[in-house]
């Protein structure tokens, strides 16, 4: 085998295997995908992903350490060595008789495979893993936007909602396909919201999915709004945690990969559910409005109801509606702004 042929093959050895064996590396199955493999080595964490027929890797905590499996060896396992020593490390690894051997001896640490994403998601996983869960009151969370500090606790927000812990920014985890087939299935990080106090913007890297709270079988209704904050606000104004999954779509929808997201969630309810469009009372909420009623039309579930449940004030958000009123005058204004429309209203537009 020529020398230039042999890096190439050593850019298809399953890197998790070469983990496993020369970093003592383990897979975290319950924060790994079909397409990104979350890799525990003591305090050291990597995600391990695959770019077309090369397995890639990116440092959780060292996002310059990244690329296959030869930066794999120059950057973990014998630093900075030639690529001659290189060689040395990968070699048996290109032996069916060595690898087989290997995975007997390391079964369960590694994966047999890895389906194809785009790359960029693997930097941005690396990225996200470096936030931190809130585990206590939010300055921004829940004092400058009123978010209670229980609702950020209760099992169906636990620990999704990040914070960064140099800035204090809070992101919200967008969800969705990991390839370009808006088709697909699989699910994987995306991107995700970045707010604070005076930042409201998206992760560079990466599309919009769905950032979506938790789901449990007695949930009852499922509402959709324009942002995570507005998510939270929604539970928190109306005091519906217990049956409610709440998802944001941040801002204007993707047609091409939301789309499909918001129908598979809808798809997801249980019988007799309901739609909640809790968007903001605005023109572009009016828009969103129908957008969603229509995704819920091409659903052909009859069973379910839609509701449109924004802020009775034109111009606000949830988050306006929350702030605006202590509890129990919120709790009486929602009560006569929920309007239930039949699903007929919408086939036309308004």
Same mark, same amino acid.
């Given at each position: ?23 003592? +590396?383990?897979?975290? %199955?319950?924060?790994?995908?079909? /397409? ?20 890639? +890797? ?28 290189? %060689? ?9 008789? +060595? ?10 640490? +590694? ?34 936007? &009123? ?5 950020? !606790?209760?099992?169906?927000?636990? $620990? ?6 140099? /800035? ?37 890297? $990466? ?35 217990? /049956? ?6 941040? &801002? !204007? ?24 469009? $809790? ?5 572009? $909420?009016? %828009? ?26 034109? &111009? !606000? ?29 919408? %086939?036309?537009?308004?």
């Amino acid at each position: 085998m020529r020398r230039d042929e042999e890096l190439e093959a050593f850019k298809r050895i399953n890197l998790t295997l070469v983990a496993a064996e020369l970093g003592g +590396y383990s897979v975290v %199955r319950k924060k790994s995908t079909r /397409h990104s493999v979350l890799m525990e080595s003591g305090n050291d964490k990597i995600i391990v992903s695959k770019n077309g027929d090369h397995f890639v +890797y990116c440092s959780v905590h060292d996002p310059a350490s990244n690329g296959t499996a030869i930066d794999f060896i120059q950057n973990v396992v014998d630093r900075n060595c030639s690529l001659g020593r290189v %060689r040395q490390h990968l070699r048996p690894f290109l032996s069916g008789s +060595y690898v087989s051997q290997v995975q007997a001896s390391h079964a369960g640490k +590694y994966v047999e495979a890895i389906k194809p994403s785009n790359v960029d998601f693997l930097s941005l996983a690396a990225r996200f893993s470096g936030f931190e869960p809130i585990t206590s009151p939010h300055a921004y969370l829940c004092g400058a936007r &009123g978010i209670p500090f229980e609702l950020l !606790q209760h099992p169906r927000v636990k $620990g999704l909602v990040r914070c960064s812990p140099r /800035h204090g920014s809070v992101m919200f985890p967008h969800w969705g396909q990991p390839s370009n087939d808006p088709s697909d299935d699989a699910r994987c990080l995306v991107g995700y919201e970045i707010k604070d106090q005076n930042v409201s913007m998206f992760s560079r890297e $990466g599309r919009k999915g769905l950032f979506i709270t938790r789901a449990f079988d007695h949930d009852r209704c499922l509402v959709f709004t324009e942002g995570g904050v507005d998510s939270l606000s929604y539970l928190a104004a109306n005091n519906c945690v217990e /049956h409610t999954r709440v998802a944001s779509i941040a &801002g !204007q929808l993707n047609l091409k990969f939301q789309v499909p997201l918001i129908k598979s969630a809808i798809e997801s309810m249980p019988s007799n559910s309901s739609i909640i469009a $809790g968007f903001d009372a605005d023109d572009q $909420g009016d %828009r969103l409005i129908q957008q969603l009623a229509d995704i819920v039309i091409s659903t052909g579930r009859g069973d379910l109801e839609f509701h449109d449940h924004r802020p009775v004030t034109r &111009g !606000q958000d949830w988050n306006d509606a929350l702030q605006a009123t202590e509890a129990k005058e919120v709790d009486d204004r929602l009560s006569s702004s929920q309007e239930i429309r039949p699903l007929c209203q919408f %086939r036309n537009g308004f």
